[in-house]
């Protein structure tokens, strides 16, 4: 009594479920990364960035006016040794 071997090879009607099944989520893969990279969405995700940290800048500038104007001589004295340099 030889037992007959079962084929583990997929149907072509499987293998084509299967590939409707990767397009499928293909198509979803495409459609979320077309909504995360929309120029618009980005814009202002970057525009919402620049915005809280002027804010927060503005805000530690009111409450330590002097850590501003440090800041601010720090920032003008690195500057001005890169234009120096550039002479």
Known sequence: M?????SSAPTSA???AEIELTRQAM?????????VLNPSRL???????VEGMASEAFGAARRSPVLLIGSGLVL???LGRLVARRR
Do not use: I, K, M, N
């Not at 814009?43 to 960035?49: D, F, H, K, N, T």
């Open 27 to 35: 198509d979803r893969t495409l459609e979320d990364l077309g909504e």
């Open 76 to 78: 003008g004295f690195v």
């Open 43 to 49: 814009v202002s995700l970057v525009r919402g960035s």
């Open 14 to 16: 499987e293998v084509r």
């Open 2 to 6: 030889s037992a007959q071997p079962t």
